[in-house]
């Protein structure tokens, strides 16, 4: 059984960082592209950042783009998401996912494995 679990999340203040992670298992985690999404409260999900397989490209929101740094270790079945000049607008529940569908890497019905979610919340 797939499972994703994300850690990393807190309170920070505005221009502060944190670094999430995704612990993956139960598959072969070097097979799939990841992706972290958003939530913020009563928002829909949004992509943040994806990672190709083999952590050779990477994609990013506009709005996260300069910020934000997806990586990956495959040899630690990890995806990591650094975020850097945290603002309160980035406070949401944070999301990794595997994607395992065809489909855009922004789109997240491509992705068929999802975290619990981590909560970021950045204070002004």
């Known amino acids: 059984q797939v499972q994703l679990v994300e850690s990393g999340g807190g309170l920070v203040q505005a221009g502060g960082s944190l670094r999430l992670s995704c612990a993956a298992s139960g598959r072969t985690f070097s097979n799939n592209d990841m992706g972290w999404f958003r939530q913020a409260p009563g928002k829909e999900r949004w992509f943040v950042a994806a990672i190709r397989s083999s952590g050779t490209s990477t994609y990013y929101a506009d709005s996260v783009k300069g910020r934000f740094t997806i990586s990956r270790d495959n040899a630690k079945n990890t995806v990591y998401l650094q975020m850097n000049s945290l603002s309160p607008e980035d406070t949401a529940v944070y999301y990794c996912?595997?994607?395992?569908?065809?489909?855009?890497?922004?789109?997240?019905?491509?992705?068929?494995?999802w975290g619990q979610g981590t909560q970021v919340t950045v204070s002004s």
């Open positions: 996912a595997e994607r395992i569908y065809s489909g855009a890497y922004y789109n997240e019905k491509a992705y068929g494995y």
